[in-house]
């Protein structure tokens, strides 16, 4: 852009009419219009972007994906001005060798969805009324999961800090401290703990049935894919730390002491995972087909509210005849919903089969209540079958807690 404004024009070819887009930038007095200023990366993001809807256009292009299905677009862009700018300092104050602008900017916006998410999610009839305009920090006071919730796999700790500093409740758990770690407040600090995650804490050995064959035909819980998950290039190793990146900075010292150490049964015990916590695992890498599992026997409350519960009891049997019916009938339609790419044309691919896999395995857990005992048995019968084939192994935790 310049002082005097240039008009740009866009005329697909061969059009018939001389029909014109123009965008034309008129400069605030003293605004920099340098190529490197960001009033001009700006407004040649927006030209781009013009461009590219206009071609989409004459290309009769259909959208695959539909996005801010849960939360409100403007309220998300709202909320997330604040955010950031509460906690952008932390990008001065980075600790790990990671880039700053990326972990920080894109865990500010977790956030930031996660709140708003919360806030409609737990909702009731008897939750306070809440001045959003006229509250300093309204979020404070909004609704939230009940019983917390649990960053399973939090790396460096950063998403539970700020969660926590804007007065949610929870826990961050990941392989190992970080060195982040020690430099938060002592609210976030006492939040993250070392914790080795066992799926076999879920069912104690001992106690435990024994697993009914699979494929069973009378659950709905899909097989899994025939294949070992760990050996695909395309999902992460047993052997990668969950949640970790690969340049983080190992902890110096390990923030947590010898009270505290590493929770060798935090499932059994409870305190972790508490029942009706949110369970957050946008980093959970090879944990991730845990998720529900593990949301299942924990009585997790990511999919449902109390308030909702009973009205899930009633459509249960509506929800299981109308899910299996769709599984008949929309098989293909599933599929394409899960947008795998390319026209779902690499869907027999290792890592789309186990994409499907877990879909569908995610989709049983959600539409079913979470005191549906035979539900449980079949998350259990799960564990017993991967404890039997030897597909698990636990790590030990790093770093001096793995010493207790």
């Not at 300092?89 to 919360?118: C, N, Q, R």
Request: overall charge negative.
């Amino acid at each position: 852009p310049n002082p005097t404004p240039t008009p740009t024009s866009i005329s697909p070819p061969g059009a018939e009419s001389n029909a014109k887009l123009q965008i034309s930038a008129h400069p605030l007095p003293g605004t920099p219009t340098s190529f490197n200023s960001r009033l001009h990366r700006t407004s040649l993001a927006l030209l781009e972007t013009v461009h590219r809807y206009g071609w989409g256009a004459l290309g009769n292009y259909k959208k695959r994906v539909i996005h801010d299905c849960l939360v409100k677009r403007e309220a998300y862009q709202d909320l997330y001005l604040v955010m950031r700018e509460r906690h952008k300092g932390l990008v001065s104050s980075w600790k790990e060798v990671t880039d700053p602008y990326k972990h920080v900017f894109e865990d500010i916006g977790i956030a930031t969805f996660l709140m708003l998410l919360w806030k409609d999610t737990y909702a009731s009839p008897s939750s306070p009324v809440v001045d959003d305009e006229g509250d300093a920090e309204p979020w404070k006071k909004w609704p939230r999961p009940p019983g917390g919730f649990i960053d399973f796999g939090c790396g460096n700790g950063l998403l539970t800090h700020i969660l926590v500093s804007e007065g949610y409740e929870g826990v961050g758990i990941d392989l190992r401290a970080r060195t982040s770690w020690e430099h938060y407040p002592q609210a976030s600090r006492d939040a993250l703990r070392v914790c080795a995650f066992s799926p076999f804490d879920l069912v104690p050995e001992a106690s435990s049935p024994s697993p009914s064959p699979r494929p069973d035909s009378s659950s709905s819980v899909p097989p899994p894919p025939s294949f070992d998950l760990t050996d695909s290039k395309d999902v992460s190793s047993p052997d990668a730390s969950p949640a970790s990146h690969p340049n983080d900075s190992p902890s110096s010292p390990d923030p947590t002491d010898d009270s505290k150490g590493a929770d060798s049964s935090p499932l059994l015990s409870g305190s972790i995972f508490k029942p009706h916590a949110f369970i957050i695992a946008n980093h959970a890498d090879e944990l991730t087909p845990w998720v529900p599992v593990v949301t299942t026997l924990t009585d997790a409350s990511g999919e449902q509210t109390e308030a909702k519960r009973e009205e899930g009891k009633e459509k249960e049997n509506q929800a299981k005849d109308q899910e299996e019916k769709e599984e008949e009938e929309n098989g293909e339609a599933f599929i394409a919903s899960l947008n795998l790419g390319g026209d779902n044309a690499n869907a027999s691919s290792s890592y789309s089969v186990y994409r499907i896999w877990l879909a569908k395995l995610s989709r049983v857990c959600r539409t079913r209540t979470r005191t549906d005992d035979a539900l449980k048995q079949e998350m259990i019968d799960i564990i017993e079958e991967v404890r039997k084939r030897g597909l698990f192994k636990t790590r030990k935790p790093e770093g001096k807690a793995g010493e207790h």
